[in-house]
RNA sequence: GCCCGAGUGGCGGAAUAGGCAGACGCAGCGGACUUAAAAUCCGCCGCCUUCGCAGGCGUGCCGGUUCGACUCCGGCCUCGGGCACCA
């Protein structure tokens, strides 16, 4: 090989070595202790863009320090592969999704290889194929056998321009998560995932997850959004019928003065029909339903209501209450009614005063009367039950309690808990995305397509246009077939299910790749799960990481998997942005991560990005902090190079060293003590700067007259196999050059020495009165006395204390002294 | 509004358990090598005062605890993120 460092050729041949060699391949192997590392896979858009080459950077480093580190790893990669993006270049260049998407693969592929990434291909896994899409459809049948998988009509979103329907995870504020258009309301009839089902432990099992970011547990927990409280029964005035209400406060239902219901609360009609309400309250619902979800969610909107000529009875005081549609109670989430306390409740609040209602305390701070004419604002606080008959005196904690059982006795009312979280709308009026396995018959209804059917094709011959409701509906070879039940005509569900499917369960099929008798085989499962560093952005803090979870107990609950959570650990990466924004096309602010892999090669581009910022945060990039890197890679080349001779014919016998000797071994170990603490903790940006620092020292050394053949060899085996995680490909060439015949990634990571870690001498820090005054060098076994001698023993420290008294001394041994004077 | 997270040189960042603030890198300055330049190697590099020795100040702001605070406590400011009529 040339002197020079020349980045392409290195590259180009340790790539293709590492094929040909199949040294990523991986196996179950119960002797080792294996571990599971995962970066979300990507979908494949084109072209790799810098945030993925941080993601597999970082995954990259802790595979291969996994693997030399004694660990039978298992570090897969795939694509996610349906989503709109293919259909739009459909519509916009007329190229069929199938095309646009595999070939995209392709080049994707080419691109992962060119940055050296240890992954294990024979385990590719593309969700667009058919061997995948197949056990997705599987899956589906399996949750409908359970019942996890139903139809039912509901208020849905619905984005206008990505012609879909959304799920709740899946809006963001009011817009599509993938378009940012105003996400719409209609109502359909929809398949659902019955997540609500599984809330509870959703919520409980995130104690498990210690290894997760502590603000992705709390965005979950707040996602799924608990709360306990009561069931009320209250009858309609006149009827026998009754209305029930959620609520939390049980303890306020004295204070109840009005009543009110959702615009789209199935009473709602039954209440008004034939009374001069009637017109009134079907416009007032309308207009409602006219509003977008930003519109009707926003806390800063005046609240609206229509009164419905109906009263209702309070089951506690029997108060007759009237009965208002109001657009601020929501249909989806309790029972789409609600008891109104406007004293204690700020939206009530708002809304009695708009609309004349009464005002009535039931609880007052302890010492303090609430007057509530004079009241500005409710009052949520603490206090205790007033006004509230036998209740009366009650602190407001234990009223809680106490009126529902009170309730519970009476028959009207029951303890109660709901969530925030909805089921998991799935359906998609999409063409690119996996059909939903279900065949719609005239006699026999809704029939799931048998198991030795699957998997339903998704068929080629498609016309996209990104207009009128499912593409599949338009095909009507795929549409009318027979019912698997009858042998009559019957006709194919025509939507495909959400994407976010795909990705529920990409890393269970990731251990078994090729099964074709199961989605995944239990028992490589059972080896390689759970994932036990997973790697990805914190976009999917709720979506993705949420279904997974939801999909991984499914399956545990099916006795397919031995783990009831899928990821152990857990590390979001920051985004990586350029002149402070985020890298986008508008911005003009992309940097192409195949113009520096060309210009400085992978290595180089993988070394910035991870010594540039911790993984977490946000990565400025930088051209000159890549040249930097670059630079730094050929200062490891040169100082290689220039002892080459001198390593190869190194003896081992590393007695009767020099003092700078010493030194320098003493650097090297200290330098693997770091560096092996830095990458278990995730701070590659140190890890890397102390690597940067043995180059130094090694520098330094070079001009040693006596430069010992076997500390140098020491010195440079090491720094190698440190830095071949980061650089795998400059490290493998060097390992080589120096008559190594082995990989880097099969070489045991480097060890210490404790003893030749420890420093010979170390700075002495002396303090008075906390502040430093000077700094000597001691031997490091310095005793407390000599430490107190030997500050004493400075002129700069003496200038500080005489003529005063000294009160007190400190002593950090071996580190500091600090004299307290007067 | 509520809940997180973060504020350190010209810049990215470091300080893992309360003990040297600014490791490492970028930029800048100086030197060596060179006919010269690039590349490379070596050195300097928080601010103020000072020829220098040295001294003072300094981790968003104000206060506290401590022999000693970037680190702990209380209050505030700014920025970023999440949630936001969920009864």
């Known amino acids: 090989m040339a002197e020079r460092y020349n980045h392409k050729a290195v590259e180009e041949k340790w790539q293709k070595r590492w094929e040909e060699e199949d040294i990523f391949r991986t196996y179950e192997n119960l002797s080792k202790p294996k571990k599971y590392i995962l970066e979300m896979f990507p979908y494949p858009s084109g072209e790799l863009h810098m945030g993925h080459v941080r993601n597999y950077s970082i995954g990259d480093v802790v595979a291969r320090h996994s693997k030399m ?64 899409y197949k056990w997705g459809q599987w899956l ?22 990505c012609e879909t329907v959304l799920a709740n995870e899946q809006v963001e504020a009011g ?50 959004g608990r709360s306990e409280g009561a069931y009320v029964d209250f009858q309609i005035k006149g009827s026998d019928k009754k209305i029930t209400v959620f609520t939390t406060r049980p303890d306020t239902l004295f204070g109840a003065t009005f009543f ?53 009875v309070n089951p506690v005081n029997s108060e007759e209450i009237p009965v208002y549609l109001a657009d601020y109670v929501l249909m989806g989430y309790g029972t789409g009614a609600i008891m109104a306390v406007p004293a204690h409740d700020q ?24 007057n509530p004419t004079m009241m500005a604002q409710a009052y949520e606080g603490e206090g205790v039950m007033v006004n509230s008959g036998m209740f009366n005196g009650t602190p407001q904690v234990d009223g809680i309690k106490k009126v529902t059982e009170y309730l519970q006795d009476e028959g009207v009312g029951e303890v109660a808990v709901n969530y925030r979280l909805r089921d998991w709308l799935i359906s998609r009026q999409r063409y690119w995305g996996n059909p939903i396995p279900i065949v719609y018959c005239e006699k ?92 990805g952005g914190i976009e999917h803090a709720v979506l993705h990481l949420l279904y ?16 009831v959570e899928p990821f152990t650990n857990l590390l979001t990466q920051g985004m990586v942005i350029k002149d402070g924004a985020k890298m986008s096309k508008s911005k003009g602010n992309v940097v192409d991560p195949s113009m520096i892999i060309d210009k400085y090669g992978a290595d180089t581009a993988r070394l910035f990005i991870l010594f540039a910022s911790p993984p977490e945060k946000e990565l400025e990039w930088s051209d000159r902090g890549v040249e930097g890197s670059y630079r730094f890679l050929n200062r490891v080349w040169r100082i290689v190079q220039e002892n080459k001779d001198l390593v190869m014919k190194a003896q081992g016998d590393l007695t009767n060293l020099g003092p700078a000797d010493r030194n320098l071994r003493s650097i090297v170990h200290r330098t693997i003590r770091r560096v092996t603490d830095d990458i278990a903790r995730f701070s590659f940006n140190t890890a890397i700067s102390a690597i940067m620092e043995l180059v130094n020292a090694m520098y330094k050394y070079n001009d040693e007259a006596n430069r010992h053949s076997g500390v140098m060899k020491e010195a440079t085996d090491n720094l190698i196999l440190m830095l071949s995680p980061f650089a795998p490909h400059i490290t493998e060439e060097l390992w080589h050059e120096l008559g190594n015949t082995e990989s880097t990634f099969l070489e045991p990571w480097p060890k210490y020495n404790p003893e030749l870690a420890k420093a010979e001498e170390v700075t002495l820090v002396v303090q008075v009165n906390g502040k430093v005054r000077d700094k000597i060098t001691v031997p490091a076994d310095v005793s407390e006395d000599d430490m107190k001698k030997t500050a004493l023993g400075s002129e700069r420290v003496l200038a500080h204390v005489n003529g005063k008294d000294v009160k007190n001394i400190f002593i950090v041994p071996g580190k500091l002294v600090n004299f307290v004077v007067k």
């Open 260 to 312: 009110l219901l959702a615009p789209e609360h199935p009473m709602v009609n039954e209440l008004v029909r034939g009374t001069k309400y009637e017109v009134g309250a079907a416009e007032f619902r309308r207009k409602v339903a006219a509003e977008t979800e930003i519109d009707r969610t926003s806390a800063e909107k005046e609240k609206n209501g229509f009164f419905t000529g109906v009263y209702v």
């Open 175 to 224: 817009r599509c998560w993938r378009c940012g258009s105003v996400a719409e309301l209609r109502d359909l009839e929809q398949w659902f995932f019955k997540i609500t089902d599984y809330a509870e432990r959703l919520l409980n099992d995130l104690d498990l997850l210690g290894g997760w970011p502590e603000r992705v547990r709390v965005m979950q927990r707040n996602w799924i």
């Open 444 to 535: 026999c209804g809704i029939v799931p397509v048998p198991e030795g059917e699957l998997p339903v094709i998704l068929p080629e011959n498609v016309e996209i246009t990104g207009k009128g409701g499912s593409p599949l509906g338009r095909v009507e070879l795929f549409v009318n077939t027979a019912c698997p039940s009858c042998g009559g005509p019957a006709k194919r569900e025509t939507d495909t299910m959400d994407t976010f499917i795909d990705s529920s369960w990409y890393f269970l099929r990731y251990c078994s790749p090729h099964d074709d008798r199961l989605p995944f085989s239990k028992e490589a499962v059972d080896y390689w799960m759970p994932v036990d560093q997973y790697i």
């Open 347 to 370: 939206r009530d609040f708002e809304f009695a005063k708009k609309y004349g209602l009464p005002i009535k305390v039931v609880i007052e701070p302890a010492g303090e009367q609430l």
């Open 69 to 132: 580190s004694g660990y039978n790893i298992i570090h897969p990669i795939g694509y996610d592969a349906f989503g709109l993006p293919a259909e739009n270049a459909a519509i916009a260049r007329g190229i069929h999704p199938a095309k646009w998407t595999f070939d995209n693969i392709i080049n994707m592929r080419r691109q992962l290889k060119q940055l050296g990434l240890s992954y294990d291909w024979n385990r590719e896994v593309v969700t667009a194929s058919p061997n995948y």
């Open 548 to 563: 997974s979870r939801f999909f991984t107990k499914v399956l545990y609950d099916m006795g397919m998997v031995s783990e």
């Open 140 to 161: 589906f049948l399996k949750f409908y056998e359970r019942g996890l998988a139903y139809r039912k009509k509901a208020q849905v979103n619905w984005c206008p321009s």
